[in-house]
């Protein structure tokens, strides 16, 4: 046997020594192995839980997963684009009603600015008897200016100046009206009720739709003056169309507002004491707490327009003018709200008052009885039982009407 020195193996071989190559081992990357992965007796190494292969309890949770993951991406596509839709349908609304507002605005500023440049321009409030006096004294000056006989180029210019002058005044005043009556139609047509509410305001402030009273002198057969009652009506709203007009609170004493179309006005609480509403359309109107009391007309003028200094023999008759009651006659009042109204002394003959709401109204002087279908109409008990009707009547008539 020879001895092992260590250089040698058991059987006698060298055993070959590997030299690494310095050059290439330092480029090679040191990594330890995965914790999944073991080495195993062969040397080999197994792999667990990578991409290409998963235990079954995981394919079962995937398996469950998809199905909600694919109703959550639907979903998805679906709520996505309709929040989408609708933000930009709120924001176009929005918009939209912005401008409606500004042209609602712009269309209110230019018909106030006219009208006000209008009435600077033109005497606005002059009335029709006056209107027909000066046409008469104009036809008159034209007359005895023709009578001259000028001698002269120039004279004959003068007179035909002068004439021309005269008609011009002579269709001013009533031109005026025409136009400002012809813009008032076309921008209530424009406007929704909230800016027809605006326009009525201005006009009743500037005394342009307001009936205002004059008295025309007339000689009786003694030579003493007496004086005939005229009221200015500077712009007629007969058949306007103030549907669905917003006048609520508003204070409009004496309004002239004859004929007009008022269906589904909101006019509770307004103030139209000695209003005239005579033929007036409030079918569904909102008159609930509407002051329609007589009102009084302040510092009332006894004298002709036209005699400035003589005194009306008749101002004692005249007296009663002062207080003017409310004019609701042959007005359409069907299914109007007028609960807790004050209609004292108001003129209700031939009004409509089918389906009309006067529970809690003061009708004290109206001419209830006067007036059509007031049998079809809602009054409170005591005056239900006053006016002849019976419970059953009251019943049938104040059906779906809110009770006090």
Same mark, same amino acid.
């Given at each position: ?195 027809? #509410? ?60 004859? #004929? ?10 307004? #103030? ?133």
């Amino acid at each position: 046997m020879s001895a092992n020195n260590g250089n040698t193996t058991t059987n006698g071989t060298k055993p070959q020594t590997q030299i690494p190559n310095a050059k290439s081992d330092a480029n090679i990357p040191q990594t330890t192995q995965p914790d999944n992965q073991k080495p195993t007796e062969s040397g080999k190494t197994n792999s667990k839980n990578t991409n290409s292969e998963l235990n079954p309890l995981d394919l079962k949770e995937l398996e469950l997963f998809r199905p909600i993951e694919l109703f959550g991406v639907l979903l998805g596509a679906i709520i996505v684009p309709g929040l989408v839709g609708w933000a930009t349908l709120y924001i176009s609304k929005s918009q939209f009603d912005t401008q409606q507002t500004d042209n609602q605005h712009t269309i209110l500023k230019e018909y106030i600015d006219s009208i006000s440049s209008l009435s600077l321009e033109k005497d606005l409030t002059e009335n029709e008897t006056e209107t027909k006096q000066r046409d008469e004294k104009i036809q008159k000056d034209i007359k005895e200016t023709l009578k001259t006989k000028p001698k002269s180029t120039k004279e004959q210019l003068e007179v035909f100046q002068s004439i021309k002058t005269a008609k011009d005044l002579s269709d001013t005043a009533e031109d005026a009206r025409t136009m400002a009556i012809g813009q008032t139609q076309t921008a209530l047509r424009r406007l929704n009720g909230e800016y027809k #509410g605006h326009l009525i305001r201005f006009l009743h402030e500037s005394n342009l739709i307001q009936g205002q009273i004059l008295f025309e002198g007339v000689k009786n057969k003694d030579g003493a003056i007496e004086c005939k009652p005229i009221t200015i009506k500077v712009i007629k709203l007969s058949g306007a169309n103030i549907n669905d007009i917003k006048l609520k609170d508003a204070s409009l004493p004496l309004i002239e507002l004859e #004929g007009a179309y008022l269906n589904k006005a909101d006019l509770s609480n307004a #103030g139209l004491e000695g209003a005239n509403l005579k033929n007036a359309k409030l079918q569904n109107s909102n008159l609930k707490l509407a002051k329609l009391q007589p009102a009084k007309r302040e510092n009332l003028d006894l004298r002709p327009f036209d005699d400035k200094g003589m005194k009306c023999v008749n101002a004692d008759k005249l007296k009663d003018l002062e207080q003017k009651p409310t004019d609701l006659q042959d007005a359409n009042l069907q299914d109007a709200n007028l609960q807790d109204a004050n209609l004292e002394g108001a003129n209700l003959e031939g009004a409509n008052l089918e389906g009309a709401n006067l529970q809690g109204a003061n009708l004290q002087g109206a001419n209830i009885q006067g007036a059509k279908n007031w049998q079809q109409a809602c009054y409170d008990e005591k005056l239900n039982e006053y006016l002849g009707l019976t419970k059953q009547d009251r019943d049938r008539n104040c059906k779906d009407k809110k009770p006090l």
